[in-house]
């Protein structure tokens, strides 16, 4: 009877799974990704401009004006695009495939939904 009642845990819950954690959770993944991708290419960006004039010191940059760096540097916004696929791929495509090899072990009783939000959960730190 153990093995019963466990499988009737998840659906009997009263509530059914929710897709609102693991769509907002992936969603914050992507926009630190792509947040720190742009911060990374800015600061070598700066460092490297730096260190190709020769007057120019750590401090000079550090000290450059927000107009000027904006001059010089535009952000990408393909990496957003990109890291939402990869991220929302993986989220989404890997649950599939551990729904389809739990139904070849004979696992049944677990819904694809429920296998997605698991997985979506299990993201969080």
Not at 17 to 25: A, E, M
Not at 34 to 43: C, F, G, L, R
Not at 71 to 84: G, K
Request: hydrophobic fraction near 45%; aromatic fraction near 12%.
């Amino acid at each position: 009877t153990a093995n019963n009642t466990n499988a009737t845990n998840l659906s009997s819950s009263g509530k059914g799974p929710d897709l609102y954690g693991p769509i907002w959770i992936t969603m914050t993944l992507v926009f630190f990704v792509a947040v720190t991708s742009n911060i990374s290419i800015y600061v070598h960006h700066n460092t490297s401009s730096a260190a190709s004039s020769s007057s120019s010191s750590l401090s000079d940059v550090i000290s450059e004006t927000p107009i000027q760096a904006e001059q010089e540097w535009d952000y990408d916004i393909n990496r957003l695009l990109r890291a939402t696929s990869i991220l929302y791929s993986f989220s989404i495509l890997l649950p599939f495939l551990l729904f389809f090899v739990f139904r070849i072990v004979g696992v049944t009783s677990i819904s694809m939904v429920e296998m997605i939000c698991l997985y979506g959960y299990s993201l969080v730190p």
